[in-house]
């Protein structure tokens, strides 16, 4: 019997994406003044559940709009609202099945706004959406890993595969802690919106735990407590550190550790000081790098054996590093001069190249930051400014390796705005993390049992007459009794009989052979 390996492994079972559209309408709240121009709008989505039926994901997601806008009053001071869609989404996902573990992710490529004609407080929304789906499953499955006795492998490959150990662990937390408003920023008055993510900084492995070291990012929109009431945005990190329990694990193992926001809420206390919480769902992954040589991959003879692909992925490493950037401008010509800078807020970050270098990732692109201020003119009109800081660094992330998949997230850690005159300067921290797997699809065969072989019934084998020589005293019922066979027998085969009552001392018969029976 050839040898073979029993592994679990985490198989992808596909992976998909498509665009899509949600279209609706977004209102501003009764208490909020009406809108005279929108400075900026920001569409973020969010997943609500996600269903695994037979190849296809369908996903039930929630689009966040966040609006910023001049009111249509004589101070034209700068408010905030937000209003949310729902929508549905589906993508195909050929070999997914009900019960399978599912990624999704969400891009928001674009996004519009159109006053409604009917209603001044009403907004048209259109936003267009990147929806990505990979679903996965682990399975224990056995490897032949050399050729049988008696085949040829016509192909050979040296495979490498992490085995899990144990099972899919996941724990969820809740991360708190206590903060003040920062010193440049108003004090809060009404929190509006709260948004959180995390990054995972750490994670190890002692026996039996894996330990999980994170950050969390919140931003927090609020009304400042002023006569103005602006809107203003401010940032916090909470710094985290937990475990998740894995039997059998130990150091030396490799770990995947995959985090997610389940909620996030920031609230007053007292003036200025700010209360955080949010619950975090880990999901952690230990693995045990497995490399198997010489497996065959193509048979020449496959009767007993079941040839599948092996589509599994293995995560190389993981690195992350802080960025500065520093750029000074000016109000553009069309705009007003500035009198005073009333808020700053990060827009959009962009990753607009990623490229894998022996050992690194380099990583391009840019961010956009939105200016909020009173102009110098007369009625100290509220105006925004846009100033886009271009970076370009590179992660450290070893085994990197060029032809291997790249994520690459970039994070607004800080960002502030000095004035100088009619000069700002921009200062920003982001945080470039940067992940690198590699896919692998060989072909592998795993031995199967052939159906059982119905077993036969002995065919009797035929044996020639005996002859016999009647003697003194015989019957037909007495020579049948003694050779086994029947009266019929022998009459079968001894034509010449013409009474079978009636037998001759010296006749010749033939005894028939008791198998024909």
Sequence with gaps: ??????????????????????????????????????????????????????????????????????????????????????????????????????????????????????????????????????????????????????????????????????????????????????????????????????????????????????????????????????????HHKIRFSDFVEVFDAEPGMNVQVFAVVESSDVGLDKCPTLLADAIIQLTVFVTETRTLRNVPTELEFEEGFERIRLKVEQEIGFGDTQLVLRESTKAPLEKPDISRVLDVRVEKIEVTETKILSGKVLVRGHADVEIIYESMKPDQAVHAMHQRLGFRTFVVVEGAEPGMRVKVRVDSEYVNVDQHGIHLHTEMVLRVTATVWEMSQPMVYMPVELPPVPTVAPTATPCPPTPYTVRKGDTLHKIAKAHGVTIQMILDINPQITNPDVLEVGQEILIPCPALG
């Design 1 to 234: 019997m050839a040898e073979t390996e029993r592994l679990k492994v985490h198989l992808v079972m596909g992976e998909n994406t498509v665009q899509t559209v949600v279209k609706g309408h977004i209102r501003v709240p009764e208490a909020k003044p009406a809108v005279d121009k929108i400075l900026t709008k920001e569409a973020k989505a969010k997943i609500r559940d996600v269903t695994v039926v037979p190849d296809k994901v369908i996903v039930n997601g929630t689009l966040d709009v966040q609006v910023t806008y001049v009111a249509f009053k004589p101070d034209q001071s700068v408010n905030f609202f937000h209003d949310s869609i729902n929508f549905t989404s589906f993508v195909d996902v050929p070999g997914a099945r009900p019960g399978d573990d599912v990624f999704v992710e969400f891009t928001v490529e674009d996004v519009s706004l159109t006053r409604d004609h009917r209603n001044p407080c009403k907004f048209n929304i259109a936003a267009v959406l990147l929806v990505f789906a990979k679903v996965t499953d682990i399975e224990e499955i056995e490897i032949l890993t050399e050729t049988p006795e008696g085949n040829i492998a016509l192909e050979e490959q040296d495979i490498t595969v992490e085995h899990l150990i144990g099972e899919k662990a996941t724990k969820q937390i809740i991360v708190s802690d206590e903060f003040n408003v920062p010193e440049e920023k108003p004090d809060v008055e009404k929190i509006l919106r709260t948004d959180a993510k995390v990054v995972i900084k750490e994670r190890r492995i002692i026996a039996n735990k894996v330990l999980v070291d994170g950050i969390v990012w919140l931003q927090v929109i609020y009304v400042a407590l002023k006569p103005t009431q602006t809107v203003h945005t401010l």
